[in-house]
């Protein structure tokens, strides 16, 4: 049975309500020697602090506290797994890209990332959380650089699109598109139902 349709037709039927049946939280690691088992896929969530990787967690699967979501950029500070119904892997990364910690700090945080993503033998693809509000900077495009450069399969989601209208919104997505011709880009809101859906059929589709 393809588990997965299975929760995008509840998700139809119950108003966003797709995976929110059988996921939990499982642990936080600051070292891939600690992943937990079984090993399942892993689909990975980057970006810059703040950028939103926690609210887009709770909003696929409808439910409020799955992620830890702070108005305090830099509080994800270890790789986070969500199982869901023993199938695979949601794996929130640290932030990036936040100038109020130590340089100490911020590095760990990024050799806690680049090991995770180079060294996991189940990671499936990472996605890379920008804001559609602004121009590519220098953080995210040294992230897909890095990326490109290690073949690692990644796509963009594009956050915070309700912030934006939508000839704006439109203008945003053909300039990222063209930053990213060889990579998806999925439009996002934890506030339209309708980019909610589209995200959550892109997994569908991917596992």
Same mark, same amino acid.
């Given at each position: 049975?393809?588990?997965?349709?299975?929760?995008?037709?509840?998700?139809?039927?119950?108003?966003?309500?797709?995976?929110?049946?059988?996921?939990?939280?499982?642990?936080?690691?600051?070292?891939?020697?600690?992943?937990?088992?079984?090993?399942?896929?892993?689909?990975?969530?980057?970006?810059?602090?703040?950028?939103?990787? /926690?609210?887009?967690?709770?909003?696929?699967?409808?439910?409020?506290?799955?992620?830890?979501?702070?108005?305090?950029?830099?509080?994800?500070?270890?790789?986070?797994?969500?199982?869901?119904?023993?199938?695979?892997?949601?794996?929130?990364?640290?932030?990036?890209?936040?100038?109020?910690? /130590?340089?100490?700090?911020?590095? /760990?945080?990024?050799?806690?990332?680049?090991?995770?993503?180079?060294?996991?033998?189940?990671?499936?693809?990472?996605?890379?959380?920008?804001?559609?509000?602004?121009?590519?900077?220098?953080?995210?495009?040294?992230?897909?650089?890095?990326?490109?450069?290690?073949?690692?399969?990644?796509?963009?989601?594009?956050?915070?699109?309700?912030?934006?209208?939508?000839?704006?919104?439109?203008?945003?997505?053909?300039?990222?598109?063209?930053?990213?011709?060889?990579?998806?880009?999925?439009?996002?809101?934890?506030?339209?139902?309708?980019?909610?859906?589209?995200?959550?059929?892109?997994?569908?589709?991917?596992?």
């Amino acid at each position: 049975m393809n588990y997965l349709k299975l929760y995008l037709n509840i998700y139809n039927e119950w108003y966003m309500k797709p995976f929110s049946a059988n996921v939990r939280f499982i642990k936080s690691i600051s070292d891939i020697k600690d992943k937990p088992g079984p090993a399942l896929p892993e689909i990975a969530f980057a970006g810059r602090s703040n950028v939103g990787k /926690s609210a887009l967690l709770n909003a696929i699967f409808n439910i409020k506290k799955l992620a830890k979501v702070s108005s305090t950029p830099g509080k994800t500070q270890l790789i986070n797994y969500f199982q869901v119904d023993d199938l695979f892997y949601f794996v929130d990364l640290p932030g990036y890209g936040f100038a109020k910690v /130590s340089k100490s700090i911020s590095a /760990s945080w990024q050799k806690m990332i680049e090991d995770f993503i180079l060294k996991s033998e189940n990671l499936r693809l990472v996605c890379l959380l920008i804001d559609s509000r602004h121009d590519l900077m220098k953080s995210d495009e040294a992230m897909a650089d890095w990326m490109n450069y290690y073949q690692i399969p990644y796509i963009v989601i594009l956050t915070k699109c309700d912030k934006l209208k939508k000839t704006k919104l439109s203008q945003q997505v053909k300039y990222f598109k063209s930053k990213f011709p060889d990579h998806h880009i999925i439009s996002f809101s934890i506030h339209i139902n309708s980019l909610k859906e589209n995200l959550i059929r892109y997994f569908d589709d991917l596992l």
